[in-house]
C-alpha cells in the first residue's frame, strides 16, 4: 500500500530548504567517465572566507548528516557538501569501490568549483574519504578533522575482535539496514544512549528506510566491504596537514582505540578530543560540544589539549572500549 505521507521525505525538504536559506544551491558534475557527483556549493563565493568541505558517513544523505553544521559554520566559510558516490543524486557505473576513489571524485568536483585550498571535515565513512583526499592532494588541503572513522584498521582486526561484530557481511547488514530490526540495531551500535526500541514505532523506521536506503544497496554494502580489503597500518600514509581527530567515548562501530592508533599513527601533529558519554554518533548525542571543538580547530585555528594516548600493548584489551 502506498503511503500517504512520509514523514522522512518531509524532513528531507526541510533540510532542503535549510540549505537553500544558508546560501548554498544544489549542483549537479558529470565527472565524463560514467561518474556524476551531487554537491551543495555556494550560490555565491565570496573570495574573503576559506572554503571548508563536509564529507557524510554511511546512511542518510548529506543534508540530514550535515545539517545542523552547515547553520553554524557558514558565517566563517564558503562550505561544499558532497553527496560521494552512491549515496544521494551521486552514482558511477564504474567497478571502483575504494575510498581513495572517492576522494578523487570529490576533489574533481572541487576542481569544477574552482576550489584550490581547503579544510576538511568528514565523518565515519567520510573520513576515510577525508583521509584519502589530505593524502592525494597534500597541496590543496590546508587542515582535516577526522571523526570516529578508524582510518588505522586492518584486515587482521576483524579476526582479532577488535570489532562487537566481526563478520563483514552482517556488519554491513547492520550498517545499510533494510528492515526496522536492522535499523534498530544501527542506532544502539551509533549512540552511547539510543532511544528505547518501544518509543520508536516500525512504522516510522520503515518509512526512513523506504526513502533512505533502498537505493544502490548492494554497491554501499561493496564500499563496506572495500574498507579493510588488504588493509595494513604500514601501507597507510602520514598525513602532514594539522588534524584533529574527535571520537566517542563509548564508540561501538569504531572502537576508541583506534581514535589512539591514528593519534599515534601521526604523531605530534595530530590532537585526539574524546567526547565524553558519547558513541558513534556524538555530533548527534552531543552537537554543542562537537561544533565547540570544530570551531576551535577550524575557525580559532586552535590546537585542542590531546587525549593522552594509552599504552600501545593495550591493544588486545579493545573491548574495554566498546
Known sequence: MTRCFSLTAARNRCYKSSFLKAGLRSTITDLQDGT?????????HNDSKPNLLL??????NTMWQWGDTIR????FFNIFVPDLVFFGDSYTTRPERSESFQAQCVMRVMEANSVKKLSLVGLSYGGFVGYSLAAQFSEAVERVVICCAGVCMEEKDLKEGVFKVSDLEEAADILVPQ??????ELLGFAMFKPPPSTLVPSCLLADFIDVMCTEYTEEKKELIRAIPKDRKLSN???????????W???DKIFPLELGHRLKRH???NAHLVVIKGTGHAFIIEKPKESYRHLKSFLVDLQPPPSTPSPIPNNEN???SCK
Open 317 to 319: 584489551h579493545l573491548s
Open 179 to 184: 528492515t526496522p530490526e536492522k535499523l534498530r
Open 72 to 75: 553554524k559554520m557558514i558565517p
Open 236 to 246: 597507510i600514509s602520514k598525513i602532514s596537514q594539522p588534524t584533529l581527530i574527535l
Open 36 to 44: 556524476v557527483m551531487h554537491c551543495w556549493v555556494p550560490k555565491t
Open 266 to 268: 601521526l604523531g605530534d
Open 248 to 250: 566517542g567515548e563509548y
Open 55 to 60: 564529507i557524510h558517513g554511511l546512511g542518510a
